[in-house]
């Protein structure tokens, strides 16, 4: 039977509050754990690899999985942040690379390279995220990249496309179209709800719902897209990844306006009840 993974992004469990004391890691890992979580996303690159390597013995103590956002800032960064994936045991290991050429024959070459740097570690599956200031920064090039690229498999980030794109709503059905071939692709789901204007909104303000609504239907087709294309007993990631301030937006005392804890388990509950829905959409498919 396909299982369904939920993580939460340790960058998210950053407060950036001016006045309030970071919690220590180990506070952040019991968190993560006691409100049962599958795994914990982390995020390096060459920079802060030695910031996280702490983190590994905390994984085994919180029975905790691992995924990884890898950042190469260069080409030849992605080896040692592989490696590095390696030693956490990740799950996932999904690229938000800042290696960014202008044209899609400039991105062909950098993704196979990166692509046989996975394969000579023995990693058999490398993730590239649909990321604005990234290699996939907007949804028309990421196309372009994917016709090109058919080995290319995606963790979508659907927040940064909504707002790139300022797609309006309803949803046209070109729009949708689009991002039904983002769809095709996808193999992992990063989740926080955008707006045309803005990047994360809080999930309970009355002007926000009709975002909300859309976010809820593009990660159930996502997720019905990827339970038909993969095996009985494969396994979806879904990170949530509320960031912390300037994602959060705050007030003029740089304080946040909603709770992203608390809104981060609400999509975590939201999604489990979306696999729920598929499950029973697909066993009556089957009949």
């Known amino acids: 039977m396909q299982k369904l993974e939920i993580f939460q992004s340790l960058w998210a469990m950053e407060m950036r509050a001016p006045g309030i004391t970071e ?5 952040n890992f019991q968190m993560i754990a006691d409100a049962g979580y599958d795994g914990v996303c982390m995020d390096p690159s060459m920079a802060d690899l030695e910031k996280y390597r702490p983190n590994i013995p905390l994984l085994a103590a919180h029975n905790l999985k691992s995924m ?3 950042f190469p800032r260069h080409t030849r960064d992605m080896k040692p ?3 590095f994936s390696q030693e956490l045991g990740a799950s996932k290991i999904n690229v938000i ?3 960014t050429p202008v044209s899609v024959a400039g991105a062909i070459p950098l993704l196979y390279r990166w692509f046989r740097d996975a394969e000579d570690l023995g990693i058999t599956e490398l993730l590239f995220e649909t990321h604005r200031d990234s290699l996939l920064n907007d949804l028309y090039y990421t196309l372009e990249v994917l016709d090109a690229v058919p080995e290319l498999l995606l963790t979508a980030d659907l927040s940064h496309f909504v707002l790139e794109r300022e797609f309006q709503l309803p949803l046209s059905f ?3 179209s689009l991002l039904n071939r983002i769809h095709e692709r996808t193999d992992c789901f990063q989740g926080r709800v955008a707006s045309r204007e803005q990047i994360q909104v809080a999930l309970d303000f009355p002007q926000h719902q009709p975002w909300v609504q859309l976010f809820k239907k593009l990660w159930k087709d996502g997720l019905r897209s990827w339970r038909l294309r993969n095996a009985d007993d494969a396994v979806c990631v879904f990170l949530c990844e509320l960031g912390p301030p300037p994602y959060a937006i705050t007030d003029a005392n740089q ?3 909603s709770n992203r804890w608390t809104e981060a388990l609400t999509i975590r509950d939201w999604v489990r009840e979306i696999w729920n829905e598929l499950d029973i959409e697909l066993a009556a498919a089957l009949e």
């Open 97 to 99: 690379a800042q290696v």
């Open 23 to 27: 919690r220590a890691r180990e506070e």
């Open 174 to 176: 070109r729009d949708q």
């Open 81 to 83: 942040l592989l490696q």
């Open 68 to 70: 990884v956002n890898l």
């Open 255 to 257: 304080r946040e306006l």
